[in-house]
């Protein structure tokens, strides 16, 4: 597994307080994690390919699929909304590209024996 980009920006000393910009951000899949709180996983290339996690809410959510197709963006909506509380993964067969996102670091995780710090999605633009 590829190293995490959340603890690489951490171990830089960056704080939770500092805004961190992604521009042109792909979405291929969408993890719900219980109702209304979503993740979505991706490699980031920096010097090195970093694995990267990226969590936001139905808000965030509903900015993202704005710049999906409308079928597809639809799709997306009626499958959370078969069951919004069931920890589960949607892979898409499409990317949903966002021209930029604004994140702060979350919290370290630990998860068997392997830790990572998601992005929060603060701002989709």
């Known amino acids: 597994m590829n190293p995490d980009y959340g603890l690489y920006h951490?171990?830089?000393g960056i704080t939770k307080?500092?805004?961190i910009y992604f521009y042109d951000f792909r979405m291929y899949n969408l993890d719900i994690l219980g109702k209304a709180s979503y993740t979505s996983l991706v490699d980031?290339?920096?010097e090195i390919m970093y694995a990267a996690s990226f969590d936001f809410d139905d808000i965030i959510l509903g900015k993202i699929l704005s710049y999906a197709d409308r079928i597809v963006a639809e799709k997306i909506?009626?499958?959370i909304l078969k069951d919004p509380a069931t920890r589960r993964r949607l892979d898409f067969n499409f990317e949903i590209l966002v021209p930029q996102i604004e994140t702060k670091l979350g919290?370290?995780?630990v998860v068997?024996?392997?830790k990572f710090v998601p992005f929060i999605i603060t701002k989709v633009n």
């Open 77 to 79: 909506r009626n499958e």
């Open 44 to 46: 980031y290339y920096h």
């Open 107 to 109: 919290e370290e995780i």
């Open 17 to 19: 307080e500092k805004s």
């Open 112 to 114: 068997a024996q392997e």
């Open 10 to 12: 951490k171990r830089l």
